[in-house]
């Protein structure tokens, strides 16, 4: 039991040093080793497993949809980059660049991927003739390179792992639906299998991304109160296929510019998942992605007739759940501070006086709540806690986010809100970048979030400047 306590001490208090906090749970429950780049992590497998459930589930939805899986090139030749020019300034600070093969120099510098809507738009031009040719709904599955000044695993990386969707339509309309039906399945992804509420709307013009004629977001906070941007999706009119003269026979017999969208989500999410749902003793992950749902811990498991009904109890579980039996020689208070830090949503414990009682322990990781359940109806109250639990996380979460969402009627509120409080504050925005700037500087870091989709009436004026107000705005510092 000292070893025990040993490994629960290690991790610094949320409350004490949020940040500290973070890291030590990053390390302690073996998601990742720092490499010897910055910036550049080693998933270990139990971090890996993570991003293979949330990658498993999202390509799912992503196929319902009608996309299609694809692998595009990781360099990209400088001459085809800068073909987009808002596109190209901003990421240009972040570019990695490739300037030797072997031991030549090339003839023209290759960027690493920070993205890929040039590499699309280069196939696009070759396999887009006819209105018949559309639309095309691609995506793939990836690591891209930007080479971020300060990094924090899963947060900010140099090299991360995510998924980009490209698609390209016969009509504006049709981009523009299938860019919110994409935020739409973020969302969904989010709310149904991570248990993570968030504010979802469109950026602003000074925040939307390079290139994009519109940006939408989806905005998660975080326990400590600030935002992280959980996933964007974008409408790119037809800049790019006039950049890169993309052009289509439309049912007119005319040739037309094709309009794209851009969405994505990466490693990022795992990220959220620690600083949303865990707590001063490890993970508590969401069941639907946790590589491990049920670990069963045999109790004096020396004694006969104990290991025999464990391994019993496994093969029953792991028909529907995914399942680990630690029948390691650690003493069962380490196993449980184990699958306490890592996360695993529920804990079978089944020892000789259990079963003499015909019954074992299913333990709650979120809540630490026993439940004492006849062994014959196992799977029913395995499957009724991990039900149990995602609501429970979801709700616990949401009123987080509600608690430390505030309204600011004047500058002064704003300015105090901003310093003080932290977490999410609406108010009145005139749409002028000048404001934007003038808040973020004054709070030290507040920036717009999103124009939610359904915005409140607060007052008539901007929050910053007086003038007439055109949108209320979510406001808050980010990750």
Not at 356 to 377: A, L
Not at 464 to 470: D, I, M, N, V
């Amino acid at each position: 039991m000292a070893k025990n306590k040993k490994m629960v001490e290690a991790i610094t208090s949320r409350d004490e040093d949020f940040a500290k906090w973070y890291t030590d749970i990053v390390k302690k429950a073996e998601l990742v080793d720092y490499s010897g780049v910055k910036g550049c992590m080693v998933f270990r497998p139990y971090g890996y497993a993570i991003w293979e459930n949330i990658q498993k589930d999202m390509d799912k939805r992503f196929k319902e949809t009608g996309v299609e899986n694809v692998y595009m090139p990781m360099f990209i030749p400088e001459s085809l980059l800068e073909k987009e020019k808002d596109h190209v300034e901003g990421f240009a600070p972040e570019c990695a660049w490739v300037t030797v093969g072997g031991q030549e120099k090339l003839a023209e510098r290759l960027c690493v991927r920070p993205t890929s809507e040039t590499l699309f738009c280069e196939h696009y031009k070759k396999v887009v003739e006819t209105y018949r040719d559309l639309p095309k709904l691609y995506n793939q599955w990836c690591s891209v390179v930007r080479w971020e000044k300060t990094t924090r695993p899963f947060l900010r990386n140099s090299e991360f792992l995510w998924q980009e969707g490209h698609t390209i339509h016969e009509t504006a309309e049709e981009a523009k639906e299938e860019t919110l039906r994409m935020l739409k399945v973020y969302e969904d992804f989010y709310r149904e299998t991570l248990a993570i509420p968030a504010v979802v709307g469109q950026k602003t013009e000074k925040e939307k991304f390079a290139g994009a004629e519109i940006t939408y977001t989806i905005e998660p906070m975080m326990h400590n109160g600030v935002a992280l941007q959980g996933g964007t999706s974008h409408y790119f009119g037809d800049g790019f296929a006039k950049s890169f003269d993309i052009k289509f026979q439309g049912r007119d017999n005319k040739l037309h510019y094709p309009h794209q969208t851009s969405w994505g989500v990466s490693t990022r999410m795992i990220g959220a998942i620690i600083m949303v749902h865990g707590d001063d003793d490890g993970l508590i992950l969401p069941p639907k992605i946790s590589p491990i749902q049920v670990a069963i811990i045999p109790i004096a498991q020396h004694k006969e007739g104990v290991l025999d009904k464990a391994n019993e109890l496994k093969e029953r579980l792991e028909k529907t759940f995914r399942v680990k039996l630690d029948d390691s020689d650690h003493a069962p208070g380490w196993k449980f501070s184990e699958y306490e830090m890592k996360g695993v949503p529920v804990r079978v414990e089944i020892g000789p006086k259990d079963i003499e009682n015909g019954q074992c322990v299913v333990v709650r990781r979120d809540t630490r709540e026993k439940i004492f359940t006849p062994i014959d109806n196992l799977e029913e109250a395995v499957q009724k806690a991990l039900d149990d639990i995602h609501e429970t996380m979801y709700q616990r979460a949401l009123e987080n986010m509600k608690e430390k969402t505030h309204t600011a009627l004047t500058f002064d509120e704003f300015v105090a809100l901003g310093k003080e409080q932290g977490g999410f504050i609406k108010a009145m925005w005139c749409g002028n970048a000048e404001c934007e700037d003038k808040l973020k500087e004054v709070t030290g870091g507040v920036k717009s979030r999103c124009i939610p989709f359904e915005e409140e009436k607060l007052s008539d004026t901007c929050v910053c400047c007086g003038a007439p107000a055109k949108h209320m705005v979510y406001w808050g510092k980010q990750y």
